[in-house]
């Protein structure tokens, strides 16, 4: 007896079929490729860092503007005295004077300090009226031995009046000694007074 296929597929219509495969298996969907993930979490990280620049930006400018505005508010005028404690300091010219704007420490300067031809020794040199009135002064100088054995020693001293020295002028001012002194000399200006003319001196 041969065998027999039927290839007639009308004759297997009583029969059960296998499906065919999906061409997609079912399931969950497959991860994402670590390129995405990596990119993902990049953009994280720049997106942190920027919004955290721009934050530590507005604080730097916050605390630079409080700084500023506490030194405007705390920040108290520097007393007078102690202005005119430092003009003395730093000229070492004593003053009555009050006037903490324009010292008149600062009015005076010493031009020269020698032998007057006489014997004796002058002083000169120029007074600047900085305030906005005219103006009177009254110098005191000390003349002093420079050299051993009485360095520093005051071997004579004057006191000069310059009266109406014009608001913003310049004059000149010269103070003489006729004491002749051993040896090298030296002169100082201790101390100078400027009051507006007409008005009593400061005291």
Same mark, same amino acid.
């Given at each position: 007896m %041969?065998d027999?296929v039927?290839?007639d597929?009308?004759?297997?219509?009583? !029969?059960?079929? @296998?499906? !065919?495969?999906? /061409? *997609?298996? #079912?399931g969950?969907? =497959? #991860?994402?490729?670590?390129? @995405?993930?990596?990119? $993902? /979490?990049?953009?994280?990280?720049?997106? +942190?860092?920027?919004?955290?620049?721009?934050?530590?930006?507005?604080?730097l400018?916050? %605390? +630079?503007?409080?700084?500023i @505005?506490?030194?405007?508010?705390f920040?108290? #005028?520097?007393?007078?005295?102690?202005?005119?404690?430092? $003009? !003395? +300091?730093?000229?070492?010219?004593s003053s009555?004077n009050?006037?903490a704007d324009?010292?008149?420490q600062?009015?005076i300067k010493l031009?020269?300090?020698?032998?007057?031809?006489?014997?004796? *020794?002058?002083?000169s040199?120029?007074?600047?009226n900085?305030?906005?009135?005219?103006?009177d002064?009254v110098?005191?100088?000390? !003349?002093?031995?420079s050299?051993?054995?009485? /360095?520093g020693?005051?071997?004579?001293s004057k006191t000069v009046? @310059?009266? *109406?020295?014009?608001?913003?002028a310049?004059?000149?001012?010269e103070? *003489?000694?006729?004491?002749?002194?051993?040896?090298a000399?030296a002169?100082?200006? $201790?101390?100078i007074?400027?009051? =507006?003319?007409g /008005?009593? #001196?400061p005291s």
């Amino acid at each position: 007896m %041969a065998d027999f296929v039927d290839d007639d597929a009308d004759d297997d219509a009583g !029969f059960p079929r @296998v499906p !065919f495969a999906p /061409s *997609v298996t #079912p399931g969950l969907a =497959p #991860p994402r490729p670590d390129s @995405v993930e990596n990119d $993902v /979490s990049t953009r994280g990280c720049l997106t +942190i860092l920027a919004v955290g620049a721009a934050l530590a930006t507005i604080a730097l400018v916050a %605390a +630079i503007a409080l700084i500023i @505005v506490g030194k405007g508010l705390f920040d108290t #005028p520097t007393d007078t005295n102690e202005v005119l404690r430092e $003009v !003395f +300091i730093e000229t070492g010219i004593s003053s009555a004077n009050t006037d903490a704007d324009h010292p008149p420490q600062y009015d005076i300067k010493l031009g020269t300090c020698e032998s007057d031809g006489d014997g004796g *020794v002058r002083a000169s040199g120029t007074l600047t009226n900085w305030t906005s009135d005219a103006a009177d002064y009254v110098i005191d100088v000390s !003349f002093r031995h420079s050299g051993p054995p009485n /360095s520093g020693q005051e071997f004579a001293s004057k006191t000069v009046l @310059v009266e *109406v020295v014009p608001e913003h002028a310049t004059t000149n001012w010269e103070a *003489v000694a006729s004491e002749t002194p051993d040896g090298a000399f030296a002169c100082r200006i $201790v101390a100078i007074n400027r009051w =507006p003319n007409g /008005s009593a #001196p400061p005291s």
